[in-house]
């Protein structure tokens, strides 16, 4: 497990999105649990190793946006907000998004967020 501090630059979604990634030696399709611009938090059970490069393609169910990027396991394991429980998977930073594919994850966000919002205030 790697410990990582949680000084985070972008605004983060908790999502549940279909993600098919590559590394060099296999295809794999998991859940992104956790959006932001920066990158997606991947729920797995058998994460791949830290610095690890993939390829990931996803699709954002708001605007039917189809996001390829590329990225790099910057860290694994996460802990469920609000408890001590380890979730397993992976944090992968984008390293490779083009701008349109950044507005359309930004704009997904604050549709979400916005969504989440007005929910909570009912």
Not at 56 to 74: C, M, P
Request: include cysteine; charge should be neutral; proline fraction near 4%.
């Amino acid at each position: 497990m790697s410990c990582r501090s949680d000084h985070r630059q972008d605004p983060r979604l908790d999502v549940h999105i279909r993600v098919d990634y590559a590394s060099r030696d296999m295809f794999i399709s998991n859940y992104v649990t956790n959006l932001s611009t920066g990158g997606v938090f991947i729920q797995t059970e058998n994460p791949l190793p830290i610095q690890s490069e993939i390829q990931l393609i996803f699709t954002l169910s708001e605007n039917d946006t189809v996001i390829q990027a590329k990225g790099r396991v910057v860290w694994t394991y996460d802990i469920k907000k609000g408890t001590s429980r380890i979730i397993p998977g992976m944090g992968v930073k984008f390293t490779d998004l083009s701008p349109e594919q950044k507005t359309a994850i930004q704009n997904c966000i604050r549709k979400l967020s916005a969504d989440t919002e007005a929910f909570s205030h009912k």
